[in-house]
């Protein structure tokens, strides 16, 4: 039996060294080593063995075994490198050529901007609310103080669906009420961006649409220092620590007092410039203590809370940042814009 196995050995050995091909190796293997192969057959014949002579035999397969895996091995190996060189060589590859660019998407100037407004509220305590861009003439107009016929209305030349009443939200305010309804009676410290829709002319500095982001704070004992003291805060960490700010008086329906903030001109610094109209200073945002009638509106008491809000946009925080002297960029689409961040 030793004999046997000692030419089954030597004949897989020399099959094993005729196998010219992974493909051929594989179908070897197969047949000496696999599962019904004629090592493991072998094996079987062991129970004809005499006690005596099973440990000798046992211990003589198994290093054939191990012989035959090593040898597979190293031929496989063999194989695959001599492969793998014809196909290099059948197949033209120039390794000398440069490699393909790799090309990589960014995030638009508007996405970036939105971040960084996030980053800075969120350092300030203000949770990011998202309230719906379909709205109804309600949310958007009613309950903010504006009803129907108001001659306040203009400010916000609206965009109607076909449904009566629903419309594609003119500003992020209508989202005061959302949070307020769904905060009360807790206090809130919330931004609220989006996009909002306006059907008016587009110029360099109007869009159809655009982000805004509003921010909306209520709570017992909140003034207009409140107020002014936060968005002095957030127009420094924006637009750099020694810029100066100013309030000027204004009037929103939903805010009352009102007034609109404008931060000193970063590209002339003050001097007076086109994009300021020679006046050194750029309104960034509007503003104001919401109004009591909002208030109540979104459930919270006006003799016991108060809060302000406030609303700005993003495009035109970039325009300033980024020196863009026009809004219609921003959906233009143009890669040679959009590659420039
Ligand atoms: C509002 O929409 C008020 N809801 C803001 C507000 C909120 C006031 C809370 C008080 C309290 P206004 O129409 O001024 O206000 O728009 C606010 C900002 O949105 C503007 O300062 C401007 O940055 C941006 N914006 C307005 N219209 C356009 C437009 N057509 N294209 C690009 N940005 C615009």
Not at 261 to 290: A, S
Request: net charge negative.
């Amino acid at each position: 039996m030793l004999a046997q196995l000692d030419q089954l050995y030597a004949d897989s050995l020399a099959q094993l060294n005729q196998a010219e091909s992974t493909a051929e190796l594989e179908t070897w293997y197969k047949a000496a080593l696999g599962r019904k192969g004629s090592v493991y057959l072998m094996t079987r014949q062991v129970g004809q063995l005499s006690a005596e002579e099973r440990p000798a035999f046992g211990k003589r397969i198994n290093a054939v075994k191990q012989e035959l895996e090593t040898a597979y091995e190293q031929r496989l190996a063999e194989l695959r490198s001599a492969e793998l060189d014809a196909l290099m060589a059948s197949s033209a590859i120039d390794v000398t050529l440069p490699g393909r660019k790799q090309w990589h998407g960014r995030l638009h100037p508007a996405t970036q901007t939105l971040r960084e407004i996030y980053r800075i509220w969120g350092d300030m305590g203000f949770q990011v609310y998202r309230s719906r861009d379909v709205e109804t003439d309600e949310y958007n107009f009613e309950l903010l103080n504006i009803p129907q016929d108001h001659p306040a209305r203009d400010m916000w030349d609206t965009f109607h669906t076909t449904t009566p009443g629903v419309i594609l939200r003119t500003h992020t305010s209508p989202g005061q009420i959302h949070a307020m309804h769904e905060y009360y009676p807790e206090p809130i410290r919330v931004i609220l961006p989006g996009m909002c829709y306006r059907y008016e002319q587009v110029t360099a500095r109007a869009e159809l649409q655009f982000h805004q982001v509003e921010g909306l704070a209520v709570g017992k004992n909140i003034t207009m220092a409140d107020l002014k003291g936060t968005l002095t805060d957030f127009a420094r960490r924006m637009f750099g620590a020694h810029r100066q700010v100013r309030f000027r008086a204004n009037y929103f329906p939903f805010t009352e007092p009102s007034a609109e903030m404008d931060v000193e001109c970063i590209l002339c610094n003050g001097d007076g410039c086109n994009v300021c109209k020679y006046t050194g200073w750029v309104e960034i945002l509007g503003c104001g203590m919401v109004h009591p009638t909002v208030l109540r509106n979104g459930g919270y008491d006006p003799d016991v809370y108060s809060g302000f809000a406030f609303g700005m946009g993003p495009e035109r925080i970039a325009m300033l940042k980024y020196r863009i002297d026009d809004i219609r960029y921003f959906w233009g689409n143009d890669l040679r814009f959009l590659a420039q961040f």
